[in-house]
């Protein structure tokens, strides 16, 4: 069994301020939203997991907003919600062209240099923007199928950028799905802010 | 009284999603512990229906208070689930070893959830 391990890297704690409130009101706010949607709406028990997952994920992260533990949250959230226990939280630096390791669970050293190497074209990818699911069969997702990444979620706040990089699934799950997809985005939406902004 | 369910994860996460999904789909009472240590304290004084308990956890992990829980004669016949991140069969094997009834695996599938559950304590008394 894996242990969790998680890599602390060089995440800064901070006194809360206005930026702060802010963005843990709007994640709490989300999950309020998300625990409506959960109680009030009888839509499937598939449509209330991915809320209820989407909940867990916005209310973990005001939490950690407030606590200024956001790197290790997207590492508990991915490897729990997610059911994926090599992640990896890092900031791409555009003057040095080098890249910090935020957090990370079960990356191997293997792993890292890949992102670490290729630092341009991670770049490139984080610049689409968009939270995306790595389908070696599709157009566009070669690269990181070849360094082994299985999803990606872009983070970004004013000149700051990073990502999160998903590589493979617990054994139990053979891919990321649609539901997935959601709660990446959240992600990708909000911690760059809260990593990057705050 | 309804019957409470002991949740038991040092993922705040994890618990979050699970006590939401519960009070959905069934009508019982949660209790949450983050520890195998605090998961035996809190099953004496709540005496739940189920405790479904993840796996690895500081202090005491659930595989030992999964054992600690079966020792306890008040404890001993609590249908223990174990939530495990794999399920390898060593694990799974280990689990049933330390007294646990059943298992599941993350991330958490709500039916099988629901159905484990309401399995356990009866899909009429939980609704």
């Known amino acids: 069994m894996k242990e969790k391990n998680i890599v602390r890297g060089q995440t800064a704690v901070k006194g809360e301020s206005v930026a702060t409130a802010a963005l843990a009101e709007q994640l709490e706010t989300r999950a309020r939203d998300y625990m409506r949607r959960c109680h009030e709406t009888v839509p499937s028990v598939e449509r209330h997991t991915i809320w209820s997952r989407l909940y867990a994920a916005s209310e973990r992260l005001s939490m950690a907003v407030r606590d200024g533990d956001v790197a290790d949250a997207v590492i508990e959230i991915g490897s729990n919600l997610l059911g994926c226990e090599e992640i990896v939280v890092v900031e791409l630096h555009a003057e040095t062209k080098l890249m910090s390791f935020l957090a990370s669970v079960g990356v191997s050293a293997t792993q890292r240099h890949a992102l670490s190497s290729k630092f341009h074209q991670i770049a490139a990818e984080i610049k689409r923007g968009q939270a995306r699911i790595v389908d070696k069969r599709v157009a566009g997702d070669e690269f990181l199928a070849s360094i082994g990444v299985s999803a990606l979620a872009p983070l970004s706040q004013g000149q700051k950028t990073g990502a999160i990089v998903f590589f493979n699934l617990l054994p139990q799950r053979k891919s990321f799905d649609s539901g997935d997809r959601e709660l990446l985005g959240l992600l990708s939406v909000y911690v760059g802010p809260s990593l990057f902004g705050t | ?127």
């Open chain 2, 1 to 127: 009284m309804r019957p409470k369910i002991l949740i038991v994860d040092d993922s705040m996460t994890t618990l979050l999603m699970e006590e939401m999904l519960l009070k959905k789909y069934t009508n019982f009472d949660v209790v949450q512990a983050r520890n195998g240590q605090e998961a035996v304290k809190v099953a004496l004084e709540e005496l739940p229906g189920l405790i479904l308990m993840d796996v690895v956890m500081p202090k005491m992990d659930g595989f030992a208070a999964c054992r600690e829980m079966r020792r306890l004669e008040k404890l001993k016949r609590i249908p223990i689930i174990l939530v495990t991140s794999r399920g390898e069969a060593e694990n799974v094997e280990k689990g049933f070893e330390s007294g646990c009834n059943d298992y599941l695996t993350k991330p958490i599938d709500s039916n099988e959830l629901v159905q484990m559950v309401n399995g356990y304590l009866g899909a009429e008394e939980g609704r």
